[in-house]
């Protein structure tokens, strides 16, 4: 069975920890690093893809306008991820099954990880959340079904998906990568 998989790029925050800079334009290998990481979503089986901004919102979507991506604006964006999460969530569409979250911030996301986190995606094997882990560490992205999405909207502050995933264990798929891009993110630059 074909799941529908909606792809969500988390890129609203302020960059706090990264200076002066907008760490999200800041270029990896000569590109912006939002635009690797968006690139690398976009080469995945999500669709649509949505991108939840913020924090800078017409630089970061000009830095984008090349790409098949849809924007949603966070006017929240300052509380924290958890607001992000809730609008890309009520951005999503219904005949989404479920929702691959991604940080912009991690570019080097490998696209063999998303594609485990997707096949690992089966709710008839009760397969609702699945998170990757590498070295004996979980990271990101996380993939996250539908039935999860009202515990999604009712997350607060700078808390991402893990109080789902703590409160849900009996729905959490582990998936082994061979990824270190999944714990690579970039607070500075």
């Known amino acids: 069975m074909a799941h529908k998989i909606g792809g969500l790029l988390l890129a609203a925050g302020m960059s706090k920890r990264a200076g002066p800079i907008n760490k999200l334009l800041a270029p990896i290998n000569g590109t912006p690093m939002i635009v690797t990481a968006l690139d690398r979503l976009l080469n995945s089986k999500c669709d649509p893809v ?6 800078e919102a017409l630089r970061i979507e000009q830095a984008l306008l090349q790409s098949n991506v849809q924007f949603v604006h ?5 509380s924290g991820i958890a607001s ?4 890309g969530v009520l951005a999503m569409p219904e005949d989404v099954d ?8 991690m570019p080097h ?3 063999s990880t998303y594609e485990a986190l997707i096949n690992g995606y089966a709710p008839e094997k009760g397969h609702h959340i699945c998170v990757p882990i590498e070295a004996n560490k979980h990271g ?3 993939l996250i079904g539908r039935n999860y999405f009202a515990q999604v ?11 789902i995933i703590e409160k849900n264990p009996e729905s959490v798929l582990v998936t082994p990568v061979d990824d270190p891009g999944i714990h690579q993110d970039y607070d500075t630059v």
């Open 140 to 142: 990101n992205p996380v």
């Open 74 to 78: 966070n006017p929240d964006f300052a």
């Open 153 to 163: 909207k009712h997350l607060q502050g700078d808390k991402g998906g893990k109080p």
């Open 84 to 87: 992000s999460l809730r609008c």
């Open 50 to 55: 949505i991108a939840v901004t913020g924090h």
């Open 109 to 111: 996301i490998k696209p």
């Open 98 to 105: 479920a929702i691959l979250i991604t940080l912009a911030d």
